[in-house]
């Protein structure tokens, strides 16, 4: 079993819809959680950043951390169709001084006009 | 400023033969990583720079891929003998520093094919 699980999709979902990505993981010493954006046949790119529990919004954007359930979330409101990558959950541990990350599959979102 | 790049983007080779990749940190980062990704998957991490030293490379999949950054800038991953298998996408990232959660900074990636 992998540490990190996210659903790889594809996700295809109309313009304007609200787009809920997951992720749940196994490592109860992960406190750094990331999600990159990663259009096609490009570098991952930093979205969002969480320490910890709770919750980060960023414009359209907002990440959920639930540590007691091992388990975050994306959610992307007003989708458009430039929101079309492959979107990446990534984590990394207090004990690791080196900041590796661990990163998800990833799930392929496809916004529709 | 100018990000991470990569050098080659892409680079085909034969099964066996050898092949450096290089990565180009932003300025000042002190911090650098190697990562792979397969073809449908997220990346996989390989080895981490602190300055000139790999200060965690236990990601490194076997003894034919070895990595170095002799000034603390510019890296090189080396990997010999190569195999279909190893065929991926190369990415680097820089951090300014290596403290836990610091903001990791991807480069387009090296897409390496061995025939």
């Known amino acids: 079993q992998k540490e990190v699980e996210q659903d790889p999709g594809p996700l295809s979902v109309p313009e304007g819809a609200i787009v809920s990505l997951n992720c749940t993981y196994s490592?109860?010493?992960?406190?750094?959680f990331m999600w990159y954006r990663q259009y096609s046949r490009k570098g991952p790119e930093l979205l969002m950043y969480?320490?910890?529990?709770g919750n980060k919004e960023d414009g359209r954007f907002t990440a959920q951390v639930d540590k007691s359930s091992k388990y975050i979330s994306l959610f992307i409101r007003d989708s458009q169709p430039s929101d079309s990558a492959t979107y990446l959950c990534?984590?990394?541990?207090?004990?690791?001084?080196?900041?590796?990350?661990?990163f998800g599959q990833g799930t392929e979102l496809s916004v529709k006009p | 400023g100018a990000g991470v790049s990569q050098t080659p983007s892409n680079k085909v080779t034969e099964k066996g033969k050898y092949v450096e990749l290089r990565c180009d940190p932003i300025s000042g980062h002190t911090a650098l990583y190697w990562y792979r990704q397969s073809l449908g998957q997220g990346p996989e991490f390989l080895i981490y720079?602190?300055?000139?030293?790999?200060?965690?490379d236990s990601g490194l999949p076997n003894d034919r891929f070895f990595a170095v950054r002799p000034e603390g800038s510019v890296s090189t991953l080396k990997i010999q003998r190569t195999e279909r298998g190893d065929s991926a996408v190369y990415l680097c990232?820089?951090?300014?520093?290596?403290?836990?959660?610091?903001?990791?900074?991807f480069g387009p990636g090296t897409r390496l094919t061995v025939l």
């Open positions: 969480t320490y910890s529990s």
């Open positions: 490592n109860s010493a992960f406190q750094y």
């Open positions: 720079f602190q300055g000139t030293g790999a200060a965690d």
């Open positions: 990534a984590m990394s541990a207090i004990n690791n001084q080196g900041g590796k990350l661990i």
């Open positions: 990232a820089s951090s300014q520093s290596p403290g836990r959660g610091d903001t990791q900074y």
